[in-house]
């Protein structure tokens, strides 16, 4: 029997990405479709995985052999502050559905995200895989990192109970086209790469929240759907993997937008707000252990990958996730 490959959240930044490269890459090739394998990609209206009812439903219809498990509540550092409680249970029931789903449709493997803001505030750095528990995530987050937290504690107890293959992946900030571009709620490269066009086409002041300072690693959505596959293929340990881009590679918040004006041509006025929450300040993570199992892997360069996103969501801004336009 062909396996049947489940992506929950499949209709978002990272699914969406995925569908590209499983789309385009020549069959069986390293990051490429298996011949004979069937691909799902499920969105919430195929089911709402708050609901168990629903995620068995889901399971029952496809019989995965394979899941990679993206569907959460997302958002950035505004929404997250805002929401920390529905962050936390949301995510906690949507988890919970899809592991024990999962288990009771003997699924052969399954891969959670998690994400780099679970790990602790107040840490040394960098950042790896074997520092999760080890202290209280930063507050702006707390929600929906200890929720993914969470995850990690799951995958341990159901391989120990039952012998399940259950892993995770830590991505640092993501971006790219299909993202969410909502002003208010969005990550920040979404979010000023739509608050930078509004200024440029309504001849408006283009405002950064916060002081521009907060570094960040940002990974590029394909790319991270390549990491998926090889985590899919070629991974099987319960312990989580940080896929990203190397600690070198942080960047501050204002070379982010000098690099968004760049790309979307603004030459108007440009400031910070600064009475607005810049949040954790930095995050490094190390992809150490990943290079090291991966023997190697070439990210898109962050302005060509920036460049393509900021024309994704020109041609496409009519469809885009703008929220409120
Ligand atoms: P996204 O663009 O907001 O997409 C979220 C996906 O989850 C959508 O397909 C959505 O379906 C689905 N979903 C949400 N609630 C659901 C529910 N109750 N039942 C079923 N499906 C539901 O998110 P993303 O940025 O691709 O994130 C994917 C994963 O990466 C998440 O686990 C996130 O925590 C993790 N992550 C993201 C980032 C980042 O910077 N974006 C960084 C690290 C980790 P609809 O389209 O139908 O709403
Ligand atoms: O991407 P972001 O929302 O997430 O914000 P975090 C990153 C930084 O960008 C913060 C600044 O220092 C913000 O102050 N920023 C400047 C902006 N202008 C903007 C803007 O217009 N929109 C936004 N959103 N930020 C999130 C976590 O933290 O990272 C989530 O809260 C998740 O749970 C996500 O883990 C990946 O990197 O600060």
Not at 75 to 103: C, P
């Amino acid at each position: 029997m062909a396996n049947v490959v489940l992506v929950t959240g499949g209709s978002g930044l990272v699914g969406k990405a995925i569908q590209h490269i499983i789309e385009t890459e020549p069959e069986g090739s390293r990051f490429g479709k298996k011949t004979g394998e069937k691909w799902v990609f499920a969105k919430s209206s195929d089911g709402d995985l708050r609901d168990p009812e629903q995620t068995r439903k889901l399971y029952e219809k496809y019989k995965p052999t394979h899941v990679i498990h993206l569907a959460a509540l997302v958002g950035g550092l505004f929404k997250n502050m805002k929401y920390k409680l529905t962050f936390l249970r949301e995510n906690i029931l949507i988890n919970d559905n899809v592991l024990h789903a999962s288990h009771t449709h003997k699924t052969q493997k399954l891969i959670s995200c998690l994400s780099t803001c679970v790990f602790p505030d107040k840490v040394e750095y960098p950042l790896d895989e074997n520092k999760i528990h080890s202290g209280p995530p930063h507050e702006s987050n707390f929600g929906y990192a200890h929720a993914k937290r969470l995850v990690d504690v799951q995958n341990h107890a159901y391989k120990e109970e039952f012998g399940c293959n259950f892993t995770s992946a830590i991505p640092t900030n993501v971006f790219g086209p299909n993202d969410n571009f909502d002003l208010e709620d969005s990550h920040v490269i979404p979010g000023l790469i739509h608050k930078c066009y509004l200024a440029k086409k309504n001849n408006t002041p283009f405002i950064v929240s916060g002081t521009g300072k907060p570094l960040r690693q940002f990974i590029y959505s394909y790319d991270l759907a390549k990491l998926f596959i090889w985590q899919l293929r070629e991974y099987d340990d319960v312990e989580p993997v940080i896929l990203s881009v190397g600690e070198d590679e942080e960047v501050s918040i204002k070379e982010v937008a000098d690099a968004i004006v760049k790309a979307v041509g603004f030459q108007g006025e440009y400031s910070f707000d600064t009475t607005r929450a810049d949040g954790q300040f930095r995050k490094p993570a190390s992809n150490k252990k990943l290079i090291t199992l991966m023997g190697g892997f070439e990210f898109t360069p962050f302005e060509q990958a920036l460049d393509t996103t900021v024309k994704w969501f020109l041609q496409n801004y009519d469809n885009a996730r703008t929220g409120k336009k």
